[in-house]
């Protein structure tokens, strides 16, 4: 069996590490925060080889951005209800449950800490968003090939997101459906 | 000599003190970061005694406060120009110099590290913003006496401070003066 095989057989060795390396990322995320912990940490944790991890992903910012990630796509995927208003509303409740539940502002935390661990940890953040940017798009493509007048990804990043990021970071105001819904109105 | 002349005394022993302190903590912030640093480690480098810190700003969250309050107040006051659309510019203006520069989003951080340190800290992150908010409120207030529409402070922070902020924490888009007078504008 060669690698490219077991990359793809979702049950195999491959997806198993996976699995136990990102859950021992969130495990570490948890107990001490962003920027406390190794890979070598997270290697003996997972019960893999650092080299492992290495190999796989290439550095610790890259690992953590995998993690976030794949995070977001499984809680925050980008709806598709066939309007823009709907799949802007979806999606903008979707983040404000993430965002006020357990987990919190894991994702500015993230991005916190990638900022301040130089080049490569910039890198990773550029990449996460990136990925997250090319989703909305896509969102914003479809609601254009249906004929309806579209914001551009940094408008609904401006006035939908980042409200909603800041009154939870500085513990300000709340996320009311209404609120909500009408960060998207007022954007639309 | 009593406390209270002394406390008016700009030169006096209590405002030396305060100044060693807040640039022990501005020093230890640049090379630990938040949460990475102890009252005793404060009070070590500034020379002082731990009970001169605990007396006067009762815990390291107060004190990492008012060191931020300090610097906002001094770096960004807020303005007085006569009109709402000149003041919320100007501000929004200082805003954008600030955390495009060499300190970043040292606001930010704070946040980020108070939230995470319980009660406590969140308490003076909120005693924080709610002194901000003060200062904000009495330039809008000044506009609606001026018998302009001023929004709420609220709106202010929603649609400017926070589209600026998650722009730079997440390294998109740029804040040219033309971006940045553009969010003044379009919540006028």
């Known amino acids: 069996m060669n690698d490219g095989q077991r990359a793809r057989r979702p049950g ?3 997806a198993r590490v996976g699995a136990e390396v990102h859950q021992a990322v969130t495990d570490l995320i948890s107990e ?4 406390n912990f190794t890979v070598g940490e997270v290697a003996a944790r997972a019960g893999v080889a650092d080299s492992s991890i290495y190999r ?8 953590l951005t995998d993690v976030a990630l794949t995070r977001l796509n499984t809680r925050s995927p980008m709806p598709d209800t066939g309007s823009l208003a709907g799949d802007l509303r979806t999606y903008a ?16 935390r993230l991005a916190v800490a990638l900022s301040s661990t130089g080049q490569q940890g910039q890198q990773a953040r550029d990449d996460l968003l990136a990925e997250r ?3 909305l798009q896509s969102m ?15 408008e609904v990043l401006d ?14 105001g709340r996320l009311t459906p209404e609120y909500v819904d009408g960060l998207v109105d007022r954007l639309l």
Do not use: K, N
């Open 12 to 14: 195999g060795r491959s």
């Open 32 to 35: 001490r925060g962003y920027g």
């Open 56 to 63: 796989r992903w290439g550095s610790l910012e890259t690992l």
């Open 93 to 108: 409740a979707q983040v404000a449950r993430e965002i006020t539940g357990p987990e919190g502002l894991a994702v500015v």
């Open 133 to 135: 940017t090319r989703q």
């Open 140 to 154: 914003l493509d479809r609601a254009g090939e249906r004929g309806e007048r579209a914001p551009d990804a940094l």
């Open 159 to 172: 006035h939908i997101m980042a409200p909603m990021y800041i009154r939870v970071l500085l513990g300000v």
